[in-house]
């Protein structure tokens, strides 16, 4: 706060107070904002732990009267939902063991060393990575009931596989750049290295934090997918949990299965914000390595 | 030396690229080529696939469906990415001031980035419920409302492209993308020196001001690679759309994605879906163009 002289214009107190009620302001909408963005968590959690006569009030009860887990077990009824979680756990682990590692070593290339048709190999990554899936969809579909691999976790992994690698590759390509000085393999080189020892047993292992922050979006993305697995799974046993949840919803219709339908959410995103959580970890760590060293 | 360099690089990059051209880019010249054939599963055992030229473009085109589905798309877009990046700049603003609290707040912010698609999609299913929604309960308690809004499902008032089911999925989309748009912009505004503004204060500029020649001018470039990767994703945008209302009702909410996915998986009629994706796929391919052009020049690798 400082006070000038050439405010003769307009008295010092109503441009305090001019402050003020602009930060007031701010802050009420701020309040909006947040009502906004967390209402919505508030509203699945509070559901899912209500019973079936409370889900049923009409107008709705904002505060549960009874804590009931009843919704969880009826969730875990509707639709075999350990069974979904296993598939989506198994196909997205997968997917992200492949594109990661893969990513790693492409973007590791890309990142440190300029070779002939190394800018059309980044344009040709970032034009799969930007352009909508919807665009893949239909042969991608028909490839794979062509192999056989319709309700297969091998199917899914591919599928999976076509939007995360991009994206893995794109972003790692970013950290190796960004995070430690060109001289750290030539060093490493002029010391009798060779390339893939440079890449395998100097820069792996400090690249640890940011391969970790790829690998949980990797994660995420491929457990979060509803549009390829829609396709590529019908049979019940095979199937996703996003997908899962899309049966629920078809059977729900009535209202008398909500609070087991927000549960059926709440444990679908819980291992999600887990996973994410970690990851932001890692992301600073991953910065602020890269920080030190550069 | 050049050589060996040269082969590690190749064999670092060979998996990688493979995957990239048989799972991106060869599908989608599979999709302009689908777009140009007959392909009904419905005739495919008798007739086969022959080459019709434009006419599955031709006939999407005398379709008013597609007409409408097209309109909402950039309809939907416009909403999404104005709404999202200018409460993104707000927030963002927000977060990047010294207050107590400030860390907790950035966090809580953070929670729909992480949601799937379609949870997201489901909380807000149940939201909209008329009868049952929260929001229905708080504006006719506060007499702001009669009757209780049929978020999804009123098809009763139109305003030209705009509907309340068109508005009440955006919404969810803006829920869904503000944390992406936030995290983007606040990197962004930590970039601006504080001497800037410090300079401009002393020179007297008022907070409008220093936003509007300041930090506006400076967050041009985040500003622009953001209002880019929001349209591209907006006009392929389909799991909202698809999960809260089928693109309906009377086609309100429907865009190119889910028609293209409803063409095909719904009426088996591939060639019309692929025809809808190949132009998605040309004005997105023309977007990401000029994108990836610019960010090349950007960090000189080009």
């Known amino acids: 706060m400082s006070m000038r002289m050439q405010s003769a214009t307009m008295p010092w107190q109503s441009r305090r107070m001019r402050r003020a009620a602009t930060s007031l302001i701010a802050a009420l909408f701020m309040a909006g904002v947040l009502v906004f963005v967390l209402m919505p968590f508030y509203w699945m959690l509070k559901s899912s732990f209500q019973t079936n006569k409370e889900i049923l009030a009409m107008p709705p009860i904002w505060f549960p009267r009874t804590f009931s887990l009843e919704a969880y ?107 430690y000085p060109l001289e750290l393999e030539e060093a490493a080189l002029i010391d009798g290295c060779g390339y893939f020892s440079a890449f395998l047993r100097i820069v792996l292992p400090i690249s640890i934090p940011g391969i970790i922050a790829v690998a949980t979006f990797a994660f995420l993305g491929a457990w979060n997918d509803f549009l390829w697995s829609s396709i590529l799974l019908t049979r019940g046993e095979m199937k996703t949990i996003q997908v899962g949840i899309r049966d629920f919803m078809g059977e729900f219709g009535a209202v008398q299965r909500a609070n087991a339908f927000m549960a059926s959410c709440v444990m679908t995103t819980v291992p999600a914000v887990i996973l994410f959580r970690i990851a932001q970890k890692y992301m600073v760590q991953g910065i602020s390595a890269g920080a030190i060293k550069g | 030396m050049v050589r060996r360099k040269n082969a590690f690089c190749y064999l670092m990059v060979a998996p990688m690229l493979a995957l990239v051209l048989v799972l991106g880019v060869y599908p989608m010249l599979q999709t302009l ?24 473009f031709r006939q999407i085109a005398a379709e008013p469906r597609f007409w409408i589905a097209f309109r909402n798309t950039l309809v939907f877009v416009a909403i999404v990415v104005g709404c999202v990046v200018a409460l993104g700049l707000f927030v ?20 729909p980035w992480v949601t799937p698609p379609v949870v997201s999609s489901a909380i807000w299913i149940w939201m909209y419920m008329a009868d049952r929604s929260p929001i229905n309960q708080v504006l006719m308690s506060l007499g702001l409302l009669d009757a209780p809004i049929r978020f999804l499902t009123d098809a009763s008032k139109v305003w030209g492209p ?20 936030t995290v983007m912009l606040l990197a962004g505004l930590q970039s601006i020196p504080h001497e800037v503004y410090e300079a401009a204060e002393i020179d007297g ?39 809260m209302t089928l693109g309906g009702p009377n086609d309100l909410t429907n865009v190119l994605s889910v028609l293209a996915y409803q063409s095909a998986f719904t009426f088996y ?28 020049r950007g960090t000189g690798a080009g």
């Open chain 2, 269 to 296: 009629r591939f060639d019309l879906g692929a025809a809808i994706s190949a132009i998605i796929l040309l004005s997105t391919g023309t977007v990401a163009a000029f994108y990836i052009r610019a960010q090349l």
């Open chain 2, 92 to 111: 963002a603003q927000v977060l990047n001031m010294d207050f107590r609290g400030r860390g907790i707040l950035r966090s809580l912010i953070l929670v």
């Open chain 2, 162 to 181: 705009f509907s309340v089911p068109m508005g009440a999925v955006s919404s969810v989309r803006i829920w869904n993308g503000l944390p992406f748009v």
């Open chain 1, 73 to 179: 077990e009826k969730a875990m009824k509707v639709i075999p939902f350990t069974r979904y979680i296993v598939n989506s756990l198994f196909t997205a682990m997968a997917t992200t063991l492949i594109s990661t590692s893969l990513a790693a070593m492409g973007a590791y290339a890309l990142a440190r060393y300029r070779f002939p048709g190394d800018t059309l190999i980044l344009v040709v990554v970032m034009f799969t990575q930007l352009i909508p899936a919807i665009t893949r969809l239909f042969p991608i579909y028909f490839t794979l009931k062509g192999l056989g691999l319709l309700n297969s976790y091998q199917g899914l992994i591919i599928a999976y596989t076509s939007f995360s690698l991009p994206y893995a590759a794109l972003i790692l390509r970013g950290y190796f750049q960004g995070s």
């Open chain 2, 205 to 243: 500029a008022s907070g409008i001001a220093r936003f509007r020649y300041i930090t506006l001018p400076m967050l041009g470039p985040v500003l622009s690679v953001l209002v880019t990767l929001l349209a591209i994703g907006g006009i392929g945008h389909f799991e909202m759309n698809y999960i």
């Open chain 2, 33 to 56: 080529g689908m777009s140009v054939v007959q392909y009904d599963l419905m005739r495919i055992a008798r007739e086969g696939t022959p080459f019709v030229g434009l006419e599955n």
